[in-house]
Nanobody, 120 residues
Framework: QVQLVESGGGLVQPGGSLRLSCVVS????????MGWYRQVPGKQRELVAS????????NYGDSVKGRFTISRDNSKNTVYLQMNYLKPEDTAVYYC?????????????WGQGTQVTVSS
């Protein structure tokens, strides 16, 4: 059973920082594309950032470029999202996602989500 466990959410003032962590169970972590998504009520879940295995190529949503940084530590089966200069519009539930291809089939796994609230 694959499990993704997020932590690090909370309440922060505008301009502040938070770091989210996601620990993935299983031995395939280093083969997966890891990503962070976020969702607010009434809207679709959107990609915040992703990082590939191996070369570690990153990709960011336009609204977070220059403020957020995704990184991974394969020795700890963990992906991080460092969020700086947070804005009220960053308020959302943040979900960790893992994608891997096995036998030509893509499998996607999700964490339970962690709430991030940016408010004064």
């Amino acid at each position: 059973q694959v499990q993704l466990v997020e932590s690090g959410g909370g309440l922060v003032q505008p301009g502040g920082s938070l770091r989210l962590s996601c620990v993935v169970s299983g031995s395939f972590f280093r083969f997966t594309v890891m990503g962070w998504y976020r969702q607010v009520p009434g809207k679709q879940r959107e990609l915040v950032a992703s990082v590939t295995p191996g070369s570690g190529i990153t990709n960011y949503g336009d609204s977070v470029k220059g403020r957020f940084t995704i990184s991974r530590d394969n020795s700890k089966n963990t992906v991080y999202l460092q969020m700086n200069y947070l804005k009220p519009e960053d308020t959302a539930v943040y979900y960790c996602n893992a994608k891997r291809v096995l036998g030509g089939i893509e499998y996607a796994y999700w964490g339970q989500g962690t709430q991030v609230t940016v408010s004064s």
